[in-house]
Nanobody, 121 residues
Framework: QVQLVESGGGWVQPGGSLRLSCAASGSIFSINRMGWYRQAPGKQRELVASIINGISTSYADSVKGRFTISRDNAKNTVYLQMNSLKPEDTAVYYC???????????????WGQGTQVTVSS
């Protein structure tokens, strides 16, 4: 069993910063991709940022230059540093990872439970 546990959400004023963390635990052989999605009320879930093999990163246009994704391979943890936050960044943020539980297993996608980020004055 693999679990993704998120932390770091909360309330912040516009222009502020938050750092989200997501730790993967359980039976993990290899992690290919980790990322963050978000879903605002009444909207579809969207990809915010992703990191592949701990090296290659990509970002949604709306967060480029403000958010930074990073990964600690030794801790199986992915981070999302969010700066210059805007009210439109308000959403539930979900951690996502593509993981193999053993050498012979297929790659599987896992989701965290979500953490609320609220940006308002």
């Amino acid at each position: 069993q693999v679990q993704l546990v998120e932390s770091g959400g909360g309330w912040v004023q516009p222009g502020g910063s938050l750092r989200l963390s997501c730790a993967a635990s359980g039976s993990i052989f290899s992690i290919n991709r980790m990322g963050w999605y978000r879903q605002a009320p009444g909207k579809q879930r969207e990809l915010v940022a992703s990191i592949i093999n701990g090296i290659s990163t990509s970002y949604a246009d709306s967060v480029k230059g403000r958010f930074t994704i990073s990964r600690d391979n030794a801790k199986n943890t992915v981070y999302l540093q969010m700066n210059s936050l805007k009210p439109e960044d308000t959403a539930v943020y979900y951690c996502h990872a593509v993981i193999k539980e053993s050498a012979s297993a297929y790659w599987r996608a896992y989701w965290g439970q979500g953490t609320q980020v609220t940006v308002s004055s």
